[in-house]
């Protein structure tokens, strides 16, 4: 039931609108970021590591960065929802992502080829959906949804403000171009900045349904704190 109740609240959303500022939500990211970068600096270390490490493995190395690469990234996402709920974050906070790893793993695949077709297809449909999906992971983890619904509902809620999020992944690649442009060092900050962002959007977008916060809390604060 509790499910079923989000799919409804984000369905109202969809079909009512909502405002959405790109700039906000990376003021936003910045600030959550200071206010404990070195989780997110370590984490962005271990990331690229496995990344670089993945592509110097011949199609094995790829094929493996490929299958956790989705859980990874929801990582950040569950690492910034623990800094924002208690203002307290370790590094393993971010691996507890892999509670989730079939439907991310599901959500990264289908996703991805469904952007792969789009693109093929004249490039634009690609473009689309990949901004579409932004929010699949969030949706998944937060909000208990299964992959191919929590596909449908990000397309859905991101068409509403879909030029606005067009601008928002544009600036986000910027900022990390930035992050490679000095020396690659950047992208330690870069990188965690970027994902913090997306999460800040989230937030502002969907936000999370009220008596839904402490189940979150539950799952990702650990019994010492």
Known sequence: MHIVNQQQRIERIAQTGYEFNPSDAISEGWTLF????????????IVVAI????SMIPIVGSIAVGVIGPVLTAGWYLGARKLDITNQLETGDFFKSFDFFVPLFLGGIVGGLLTLLGTILLILPGIWIAVGIVFVYQLIV????DFWEAIKLSIKVITKQWWSFFGFVILIFLINLLGVIALGVGLLISIPVSYLAIYCAYKKVIGFEEGSEMKISDHLVDDRI
């Open 34 to 45: 200071r206010k404990n970068p070195g989780p997110f600096v370590i984490y962005a270390f």
């Open 51 to 54: 990344s670089l490490g993945g």
């Open 142 to 145: 937060f909000a208990g949804i």
